[in-house]
C-alpha cells in the first residue's frame, strides 16, 4: 500500500471509530483532508453554510446514536465559527471530534493571516485539545482524542496545520483497538448496602430522574414498583421516564407542572437518578438525599449528599431492586399521584380558552396539534425560546420518540442544525425542528442545506415576531420589553424562493393541514405559523416582592400552562388509586 498522508490516515481511523460523515465548510488548510474524504467511499463530507451548523449537527448525530461524530472548519475564522456548537455538544455529553485545520506550522505565534490559537480556545469546551505539530503524533494524538470523547463523553479538538495533514504519516503498525462504546459502571457492595439500608428504613422515597436514566426505564419502574415512590424528572429526563410510568409525578424546574416538587419536598429518601439538575432552588434541604450518577464529578455538586453512588442508574438498581425490602404502604405515592392529577386537571380548566379559534394562533394549540400529527418515531429538535417551554408541555414521550434541544447549554438556534445531524442518520425518519423566530433567522442560512441535500426536514416556525423568551424574562423583572422585536419576512415564501415547500398558517383551523401536507411532503418543508406574541402574560397575583428577588418562582407562576395529553396519563394513573 502506498504510503498515506497525515490527512488520509485521519479519515481512515474516523472512518474505523464508526464516524459516517465529516460536517463543515472547506477552505485552504483544510483542503489535504477534504480531498482525502473525497476519495475514501465510507465517509461524507457535508458542506454546510456556518461551521456553528456543523457542530450542532454533529452533536445531534452523537447524540442520537451514542457514537463518536464530527465536524471541521478551516484555520481561524473557520474552526472559530464551531465554537457554539461544540460548548452544546460538550455541555450535552455528546461524543464529537473535531478538527480544526491551522495555519503553516512555520507561522505558528507570527500573528500570521487568520491566526488563532484553536488549541488554547477550544479548552473550555472539551475534554482534550491538542495541536499537531509533527506527523509523527499520529496516529496516536487521534485515537487518544476518540478515545476521551467517546470514554468521558463529550468533546475532542485536534488542531492540524495544513502542511502536516499533506505530509507522509508514520507506519500504521502503532495502530491500536479503539473503544467506541462506554462501559457500564456498576457501584461497589459496599455503597449498594449503604443505599439498601437507606432505602429499607425510610418511609416515604421519591425518585427523580435524569437524563442518565436513559435505557433504564424498566429497572426505575422495578425500584419504584418494589418501594412503592412517586417518579419525577427533570426536562432531560422526560423523553426516558415519563410514558408508560404509573408512578409518574411530573416535571420539576422552572417548566415543571403536576406533583413532582411536592413528592421531592415530601418524602424522606430522595434519590436523584442520573442528573445534574441545576436548579437547587427546586431541591429539598431537609430530607435525606441519595444521588447516583455514572460521573462522579456530578455528585454533590447541587446539593448536600447523605450518599454518593457512583454507578449507572440501570446497573445500580439492577444491584439495589433485590437487596431492599418490598414496600406494601403506598399512601404517600397515592398521595402524590392524586395531587399530580388534580395539578394538571387544573391547569387544563384553566386553559380551556378555545384556542382552536384564537387568532394570532396560540402556540400552545400549535405545540399540541403538532404533538398528535406527528409520527410515533419523530426526532424533535427544540429551539431554545419559548419552544422549550411547548415541547417540555405538549410533546408526549413513547420511548421511541426522541427530543433535543440545547438544554444544558441553553443557545439559541440549535433546532434546524440539529435536524439536519438527526436527518442525515435515517432519511426516512421524520425529522421536525421546532424553530422561534429569532433561532430559526440566526443559523438560516442552512436552510440552503436542507435543499441541497433534499433533507426531508420539516420546520415548524413558532413565528411571534419576537424574541419571546426575553421578553418574558423582562416582564418577570419588571423591565419594559425592550430589544426584541423582530421585522420579519414571510417564512414561507422565503423557504419556496428556496427551492423549498413552503406554507404560512395564520389561521388556526388552518393548522392541522398544513401539518399534514408538509408531512406527507417528500423533501424539506416549513411552515411558517403566525403566533401570539402574548401568549403568557403575568398573572395577577404576583407580589411586589416576588418581583425583587424572585424572579425564578415569578417566572415559575407565569410558565405554569396547558399541559396537553399528560392529563389522560396521569388520570389513568389514578384509576388505580384507591379513593379515600
Ligand atoms: C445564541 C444566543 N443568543 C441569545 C440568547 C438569549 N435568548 C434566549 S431565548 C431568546 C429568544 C429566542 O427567540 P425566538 O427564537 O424567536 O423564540 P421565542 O422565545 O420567541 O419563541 C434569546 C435572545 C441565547 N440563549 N442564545
Ligand atoms: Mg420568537
Redo the contacts with the bound molecule.
Sequence with gaps: MAKQTVAEQFIDILVRAGVQRLYGVVGDSLNPVVDAVRRNRSLEWVHVRHEETAAFAAGAEAQLTGRLAACAGSCGPGNLHLI?GLFDAHRSMAPVLALASHIPSSEIGTSYFQETHPDRLFTECSHYSELISSAQQMPRVLQTAIQHAVGRGGVSVITLPGDIAAHPAPQRSIEHALVTRRPSVRPGDAEIDALARLVDGARRVTLFCGSGTAGAHDEVMAFAERVKSPVGHALRGKEWIQFDNPYDVGMSGLLGYGAAYEAMHECDLLLLLGTDFPYNAFLPDDVTIVQVDVRPEHLGRRSTLDLAVWGDVAETLRCLTPKVREKSDRRFLDRMLKKHSDALEGVVKAYTRKVDKHVPIHPEYVASVLDEEAADDAVFTV?????NVWAARYLTPNGRRRVIGSFTH????NALPQAIGAQFLDRRRQVVSMS?????S?LMGDFLTLVQYDLPVKVVL?N?S?????ELEMMVEGLPAYGTT?HNPDFAAVARAAGAYGVRVEKPKELRSALRDAFRHKGPALVDVVTDPHALSLPPKITGEQIGGFALSVGKVVLDGGVGRMVQMARANLRNVPRP
Excluded: E, R
Design positions: 457554539n429551539d431554545t425560546g419559548m419552544c441553553g443557545s439559541m438556534a422561534g423566530d429569532g433561532g430559526f440566526m413558532f411571534n419576537s424574541l419571546g423568551m426575553v423582530n
